[in-house]
């Protein structure tokens, strides 16, 4: 299903199933998955100078500074050429708006928004439970989905962790971060004409089918 440019930005609440479904869909598509928590992560953990300047924003669950996040996308988002899934970026109306200028200076659009939405309690259970491969980046659940052997990632067979800001305390935090500053996005996106709404609590290839219904369709349009 590779083609053309395709620009998909993923939108939702902490632990809608974003991260889960970014890897069903790059797959199926052919895009460049850029999640600007896994890139924060890696900053972090290699000690760069954006790794330091972002460190305190994300294990507090606050956001780190536009500035830092668009020039640390913009780069990433022009070498993918045009085929990219977005999770995680842009986050405030600041980064939405730094987003379409940079994608007007090469011609190209955001051709879909993919707004994953889920109750506060499913998101708890589900972030309290996570826990992720800090190798190849799988996500487990250690109830819905969890790894064949207990703490060891079945893709890749790195010891699994558990995110700092997977803490509850962390987690009320991100949420209320979520609901002031990404919320409005939705509003943006409607405004023009590209955001889909999809209910995160359906089981994860039962979401991954409706949504590829959305990707098709933009897919045989030429976008
Ligand atoms: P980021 O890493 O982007 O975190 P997030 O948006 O809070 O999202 P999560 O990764 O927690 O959840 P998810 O929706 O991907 O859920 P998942 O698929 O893992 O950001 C982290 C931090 O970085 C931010 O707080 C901020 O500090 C900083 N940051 C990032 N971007 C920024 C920006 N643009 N500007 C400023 N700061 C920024 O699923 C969760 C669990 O549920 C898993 O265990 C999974 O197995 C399970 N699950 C998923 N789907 C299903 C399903 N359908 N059914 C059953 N279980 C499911």
Not at 8 to 20: H, R
Not at 48 to 68: H, K, M, N, Q, W
Not at 105 to 125: G, W, Y
Not at 189 to 207: A, N, P, R
């Given at each position: 299903?590779a083609?053309?440019g395709?620009?998909v930005?993923?939108?939702g609440?902490?632990?809608?199933?974003?991260?889960?479904?970014a890897?069903?869909?790059?797959r199926?598509?052919?895009?460049?998955?850029l999640?600007?928590?896994?890139i924060?992560?890696?900053?972090?953990?290699s000690?760069s100078e954006?790794?330091?300047?972002?460190?305190?924003?994300?294990?507090s669950?606050?956001?780190?500074?536009?500035e830092?996040?668009?020039?640390?996308?913009r780069?990433r988002?022009l070498?993918?050429?045009?085929?990219?899934l977005?999770?995680?970026?842009?986050?405030?109306?600041?980064?939405?708006?730094?987003l379409?200028?940079?994608?007007?200076k090469?011609?190209?659009?955001?051709?879909?928004?993919?707004?994953?939405t889920?109750?506060?309690?499913?998101i708890?259970f589900?972030?309290?439970?996570?826990?992720?491969?800090p190798?190849?980046?799988a996500i487990?659940?250690?109830?819905?989905?969890?790894?064949?052997?207990?703490?060891?990632?079945?893709?890749?067979?790195a010891?699994?962790?558990?995110?700092?800001d997977?803490?509850?305390?962390v987690?009320?935090e991100?949420?209320?971060?979520?609901?002031e500053?990404?919320?409005p996005?939705?509003?943006?996106?409607?405004g023009?004409?590209?955001?889909h709404?999809?209910?995160?609590?359906?089981?994860?290839e039962?979401?991954?089918?409706?949504?590829?219904?959305?990707?098709?369709?933009?897919?045989?349009?030429?976008?």
């Amino acid at each position: 299903m590779a083609g053309k440019g395709m620009i998909v930005v993923l939108l939702g609440p902490p632990g809608a199933g974003k991260g889960t479904q970014a890897r069903l869909l790059t797959r199926d598509y052919g895009l460049e998955y850029l999640s600007t928590g896994d890139i924060l992560r890696e900053e972090i953990k290699s000690g760069s100078e954006i790794g330091r300047r972002a460190r305190e924003y994300v294990e507090s669950g606050g956001l780190v500074p536009d500035e830092i996040i668009v020039e640390m996308m913009r780069q990433r988002i022009l070498a993918a050429g045009g085929r990219v899934l977005l999770d995680g970026f842009p986050r405030t109306l600041p980064q939405a708006e730094s987003l379409d200028e940079m994608l007007e200076k090469e011609s190209m659009k955001v051709d879909a928004v993919i707004e994953i939405t889920a109750p506060e309690d499913l998101i708890l259970f589900r972030l309290v439970n996570r826990r992720i491969c800090p190798s190849c980046g799988a996500i487990y659940h250690l109830v819905n989905k969890p790894p064949k052997r207990e703490g060891v990632c079945d893709e890749c067979g790195a010891t699994l962790i558990r995110r700092k800001d997977d803490e509850e305390s962390v987690i009320r935090e991100r949420l209320a971060v979520y609901h002031e500053q990404t919320e409005p996005l939705t509003a943006y996106y409607k405004g023009k004409g590209v955001l889909h709404t999809f209910d995160g609590s359906l089981e994860v290839e039962q979401l991954r089918r409706r949504i590829g219904e959305v990707l098709d369709s933009i897919s045989s349009a030429g976008g």
